[in-house]
Structures are given as structure tokens and as C-alpha cells.
């Protein structure tokens, strides 16, 4: 991949549209509610007859948080009523059990990440619960092997508290930090101080965690470049391995939450492409390596290796160092990929407890990947994390020729390339760096169900 990048504010402009950003292929829209339970089960059995069974990746939803952020478009519960979050966990450990059955004692558990909500609204004691489950129910790789996440909110943890997760088996923590400017936080509603991010951070170095993450959100209300300017300034000063750097999508006609946002205090559109321009220049000039997507990192770290030496993967939970696994999701809304399928469970927790107490999957729907479906994912995973596409690679994989096989989509970058985002030859596309943050468009040429105008996606750029 190429490793320079390149800020054109014309063609940025010209090729910020909607589009998905290709955490799966065929994206969401596609899951369907004839995929149920049984068709799980049988994408489960069928990924333990291939010749090498994939490692096991587990995501779980902690759906819970003390307070409303403006902004969230996550599926939450906004409760003080901490007793639904011990309910909450006792079913987790059925969904856990019925889940492990599925799988082979021999198939390792990998990587793990805990999302939301807000993991940390559970108790260090609870999260203890939890761990203990999983191990109980999985097999645990060796601890060099393990890539063990969670989310924290600064405003959930003590210090004190961040070295009893890593005492649990974590060792990777994302810090939700979105803005340090208090204006800002308060037309959020998300008020936090520096110095408790100071704090935390240098409680996770103590602790020894392998990789500190923090994420950004630029475009939110009242967010100007200076102020701004100022927050990465904070940032680069704690020098996290780990820097996502979101753009916020403003859609208080789906989220609820957003309608809360004064309209007066949001920026203008050409301040998001403004406050992007100046991450980037400020994070690769601090010395950090653009993955790619919203995410950055240091040279050293192991996304940085992984993009290097051509290992990067990308799943439901971003860029990943993790060798392809198969994904079980666990909790309301968690996705899951198993096999040739992806599944998504259940969206409340009613329906959760009442499958569950009938022992049952919580799948709600899914999706089963046809041939063609393999092919495009492999082809814009090769585009979303390396940055090219070999055409005789691909085209032995799956038996075809591939300027054959994608005439059409070929036909379509005609324009990218001569705008100089990529390079097109008679065996390879590759992504130049003046295309690498319209990385998206170039991937959406192959997608085959875009033009059925199905799904409301963020802007690429």
C-alpha cells in the first residue's frame, strides 16, 4: 500500500457521498429475517468442515450507559438501574453456553472485544463474571496470542480500576474521548476532563496494556478548527498508540438523541472537511501512520506492522492484526460472522430473555454469501486494507478472469483513475495516495447491490 497520503480539497469534495464502510460485505441491508436460528446452526457446523477451521473471535454488546451523548447513534439503554445490567449478564452467560456447544473445543478464542453502550457501566467484579464464563465456555489462546479489547468511558474508571481489567485478561483498551473543548462537551452532553484522560492513560501504560486507543469525533456542534487544533495538541501530547478520528453524521431524523443537538451549533459542511484536512496533517506530521478508514497509529504498533507487511484485516470492529476468524456475536444487536454467513441478534432485551429462557439463539436475521458474494468481499477487502487488487491472484482463487468477470465495474473507475485516485492496469488496481481517503468509492465500483439503492449510509469522506 502506498504509503504516502494526499489531502485534494477539489476531489475530496467531489467524491464525499454516501457509502458503506465495508466492515462486511454484503453490508447490513442485505440481513434478512428468513435467516434464523437454524440457518446459524448450519453455517456454524459447515465452517468446522473446512480443511482448516478459523480461530474464534467473540464480540460482546454491553448495551448499558449512566447518560445520554447527544451525538450516539449506538443501540443503547440510558438506566441508573444497575440491577438490569446483573439480569442482563446472567442471560449473557446463556447465550454464552448456547454458543459454545456450537463450536469445536480445538477452535482457539483470539481476539475479543467488549462494545456499546458502555462495557465499563458493568462492575470490574461483573466484567470478572464475564471473563470467567468465556473462558469456561471457549478455548483461550496463550496469552501472546490473545488480542483481548474493551471501550472504556473515561467517566465510568478509576486508575485503580483500569489495573484490575488488565489483571481480568485485557490488554487493549479504546478511551472514549470524542473532544476535550468544554463547549463542545457540553452541547454533547458528554462533560470529561483532561485530566482524568491524563490519568487513565498513564494508569494503562502502569498496567501494562499492549495498545492504548483513543478515539475523536471532528464535526460535532459549536467544533471549530482551533478549538479543535487545540484537542489534537492534548492528544498527540498523550501520545496513544492508537488514534480513530470519526466523522460525525448528523441524523437527527433516525436518531432520536441528535434532535437534542441544537441546530444553530452545528458547523458548516465545509468546517468537517476543514477539521479532517487538519487531523491529518497534524497526526502524520506528530509522526502517526494512516491505516486507513478513521484510524492511525504508530509506527511501532502492530497495526502499523500489520499494514506493512500486507497481514491488515478489517471486521465488524474495524482494523484488525487478527488472522481471519470467525466472529459470534453476543448480546442485543450483536453481529456476527460464522462460516459463509453473517446473523445479528435480537434488538431489545425482552426478546433477548424470552429466546434465550426457551434456549434459543437470539438471531434475529442474517445472511448467506453466495460465490459472487465471496468474491466481491475478497476484492474489496484487498482494496480496504492493502490498497490493491492482483488480478491473477483473484482470478485463480475463484476460477475466473477477473477484466472479464468486472468489465462493467472496471469501466466505472474510468474517472478515478483519470482524476489520479488510482492506477489501472492490465493486472492490478492500486490506490494512489491521492485516493487513499476515497478508499470507500473505489470498493463501492464492486459492490453489487448499491445500484438497488438499498441501505442509508455515512459519507465516505
Known amino acids: 500500500m502506498q504509503d504516502s497520503l494526499t489531502f485534494d480539497r477539489p476531489l475530496v469534495e467531489k467524491y464525499d457521498r454516501p457509502g458503506p464502510r465495508y466492515t462486511s460485505y454484503p453490508t447490513a441491508p442485505q440481513f434478512h429475517a428468513a435467516f434464523a436460528e437454524d440457518e446459524y446452526r448450519a453455517a456454524a457446523e459447515r465452517s468446522h468442515r473446512q480443511e482448516t477451521p478459523k480461530p474464534l473471535s467473540v464480540y460482546v454488546h454491553i448495551p448499558f450507559c449512566h447518560s445520554l451523548c447527544y451525538y450516539c447513534a449506538c443501540n443503547k439503554i440510558i438506566t441508573h438501574n444497575t440491577e438490569r445490567a446483573a439480569a442482563y449478564l446472567d442471560w449473557l452467560k446463556r447465550e454464552i453456553e448456547l454458543q459454545a456447544a456450537l463450536f469445536d473445543d480445538d477452535r482457539r478464542l483470539t481476539q475479543l472485544h467488549l462494545g456499546g453502550g458502555t462495557p465499563t457501566y458493568l462492575s470490574n467484579a461483573q466484567l470478572g463474571e464475564l471473563m470467567a464464563a468465556l473462558e469456561d465456555a471457549f478455548h483461550f489462546a496463550p496469552l501472546e496470542a490473545r488480542e483481548f479489547s474493551l471501550e472504556v468511558d473515561p467517566r465510568t474508571v478509576t486508575p485503580a480500576q483500569i489495573h484490575e481489567l488488565r489483571a481480568l485478561g485485557f490488554n487493549r483498551l479504546s478511551f472514549g474521548v470524542q473532544d476535550f473543548d468544554p463547549d463542545v462537551q457540553q452541547a454533547v452532553n458528554r462533560v470529561q476532563s483532561e485530566a482524568q484522560v491524563v490519568e487513565l492513560v498513564a494508569a494503562a501504560r502502569e498496567a501494562g496494556f499492549r495498545s492504548v486507543s483513543v478515539d475523536l469525533i471532528y464535526g460535532l456542534p459549536l467544533q471549530t478548527v482551533a478549538s479543535f487544533d487545540a484537542t489534537l495538541d492534548k492528544i498527540i501530547a498523550l501520545r496513544p498508540d492508537r488514534i480513530a ?103 431489545d432485551t425482552a426478546q433477548y430473555q424470552a429466546r434465550l429462557e426457551a434456549g434459543r439463539l437470539p438471531v434475529m436475521r442474517g445472511y448467506r454469501l453466495s460465490d459472487d458474494d465471496r468474491l466481491r468481499r475478497d476484492v474489496i477487502h484487498a482494496l480496504m486494507c492493502h490498497g490493491a487488487v492482483d488480478f491473477a491472484e483473484i482470478g485463480a482463487r475463484y476460477g475466473i478472469d477477473f477484466r472479464t468477470y468486472f468489465a462493467e465495474p472496471l469501466e466505472t473507475l474510468t474517472e478515478m483513475q483519470e482524476d489520479g485516485l488510482i492506477a489501472l492496469t492490465s493486472d492490478r488496481l492500486e490506490v494512489l495516495p491521492a485516493g487513499r481517503l476515497m478508499m470507500r468509492n473505489v470498493a463501492m465500483a464492486f459492490d453489487a447491490y448499491l445500484a438497488a439503492g438499498q441501505g442509508r449510509y455515512s459519507r465516505t469522506v
Open 245 to 347: 478520528a470519526y466523522s460525525y453524521a448528523h441524523l437527527p431524523e433516525l436518531f432520536k438523541a441528535q434532535r437534542l443537538i441544537r441546530p444553530e451549533d452545528m458547523p458548516p459542511p465545509e468546517r468537517k472537511l476543514e477539521l479532517l484536512e487538519l487531523t491529518i496533517r497534524r497526526l502524520t506530521e506528530a509522526g502517526y501512520v494512516y491505516i486507513g478508514m478513521d484510524h492511525f497509529a504508530l509506527p511501532e504498533d502492530e497495526l502499523s506492522r500489520a499494514r506493512e507487511d500486507g497481514t491488515l484485516q478489517r471486521n465488524f470492529q474495524g482494523y484488525s492484526t487478527q488472522a481471519d476468524c470467525d466472529m459470534i456475536g453476543l448480546g442485543i444487536t450483536a453481529i456476527g460472522k460464522v462460516g459463509d454467513s453473517y446473523s445479528q441478534n435480537v434488538k
